[in-house]
């Protein structure tokens, strides 16, 4: 199971890292994403990954998080930067095709962006 870590609170125009950590399975070259759920909205896709290193970004999260995965130590990053109100949520880490799925959410760590 898929277990994310990090959050925490932060003022706007801070950075936080995120980390997930694959447990009790094996952490597949395959495409991984970072997903956020803000308060009353549906869970959205910010960041993925594929087993090559390419990345793609949400529109609302370009040139502010950095998607990385480190394949030895089994562990997804998420870097992010100059974090907005916006960007308060609860973060989680999936494989895609589980995402598309509707499964495989383990538990999210939150990350709430105020002054």
């Known amino acids: 199971q898929l277990q994310a870590s990090g959050g925490g609170l932060v003022q706007p125009g801070g950075s936080l890292r995120l980390s997930c950590a694959a447990s009790g399975s094996i952490f597949r070259s395959d495409a991984m994403g970072w997903y956020r759920q803000a308060p009353g909205k549906e869970r959205e896709a910010v960041a993925v990954i594929t087993g090559i290193g390419s990345r793609n970004y949400a529109d609302s999260v370009k040139g502010r998080f950095t998607i990385s995965r480190d394949n030895v130590k089994n562990t997804l990053y998420l870097q992010m930067n100059s974090l907005k109100s916006e960007d308060t949520g609860v973060y989680y880490c999936?494989?895609?095709?589980?995402?598309?799925?509707?499964?495989?959410w383990g538990k999210g760590t939150l990350v709430t962006v105020s002054s």
């Open positions: 999936n494989f895609l095709t589980a995402a598309v799925r509707g499964e495989g």
